[in-house]
Nanobody
């Protein structure tokens, strides 16, 4: 089964930018939908963005529209989340996930089969 590893998190000031990376272990990743979610302790894991297997369909949570961009390079087994205009409320652990049903771009955590370990993003005010 494919494994996912996130990287790129860190500390950034409000208004700054970060790019998150999601590295997949298997070529099969190119056939999956990829999603990004985030979690703050004490709250539910929230959908952030998702992209279908060939990159021609994306979905975003309303709170990141116009600020975040999801993309992927399946030849490199990589996914990305470009985050601009970051706000303190974007502080969370960000997770990459894969949905093995490529015909949909799902937003529910239960629709995703494989998860990475997460990477911390902290936005200071």
């Amino acid at each position: 089964q494919v494994q996912l590893v996130e990287s790129g998190g860190g500390l950034v000031q409000s208004g700054g930018s970060l790019i998150l990376f999601c590295a997949a272990s298997e070529r099969s990743f190119r056939t999956y939908t990829m999603g990004w979610f985030r979690h703050v302790p004490g709250k539910e894991r929230d959908f952030v963005a998702a992209i279908n297997w060939n990159g021609d369909s994306t979905r975003y949570a309303d709170f990141v529209k116009g600020r975040f961009t999801i993309s992927r390079d399946s030849t490199k087994k990589m996914g990305y989340l470009q985050m601009n205009s970051l706000k303190p409320e974007d502080t969370a652990v960000y997770y990459c996930a894969a949905d093995m049903r490529p015909w949909r771009v799902a937003t529910a955590t239960l629709d995703y089969d494989v998860w990475g370990q997460g990477t911390q993003v902290t936005v200071s005010s």
